[in-house]
C-alpha cells in the first residue's frame, strides 16, 4: 500500500490509471512505452468515482471519501463510510492502493 506523511490517507499505485471505455470503467496498469492488459479491474461508475478522488493531490482518507459520496448521492454517511472502507480492503488485497 502507498500510504502518505498521513498514514490514513490512500493514494492508488502511480501506474494504475483509470480508463472509460464506452459505459465501461476499468483500472490498467501502464509503463512509459505500453499498457499493461494483464490486470484489468473493471469499476462500477461509484467506485470510479472513489478511484478519480484517490488520484487527486495527495490521496484522501476514508471519512473524506465517504463525505464525498454523500455530496454527490444521496446516501447516509454512515453507510457510505462502511461501503468506502470495504471497497478500499477490496483494493488493498488486489494490490491496488
Known amino acids: 500500500m502507498h500510504i502518505m506523511a498521513n498514514k490514513d490517507k490512500m493514494v492508488p499505485k502511480p501506474t494504475l490509471k483509470l480508463r472509460k471505455i464506452g459505459s465501461k470503467y476499468m483500472i490498467v496498469e501502464t509503463s512509459d512505452s505500453c499498457v499493461n492488459l494483464t490486470n484489468v479491474y473493471s ?12 488520484c487527486r493531490e495527495d490521496g484522501r482518507t476514508p ?6 459520496l ?6 447516509e454517511y454512515e453507510r457510505a463510510l ?14 491496488l492502493l
Open 70 to 75: 454523500c455530496k454527490t448521492y444521496e446516501v
Open 43 to 54: 469499476l462500477n461508475e461509484t467506485a470510479a468515482l472513489l478511484w478519480e478522488m484517490l
Open 82 to 95: 462502511h461501503d468506502v472502507e470495504s471497497q478500499l480492503a477490496e483494493w488493498e488485497k488486489m494490490g
Open 63 to 68: 471519512e473524506e471519501l465517504a463525505e464525498e
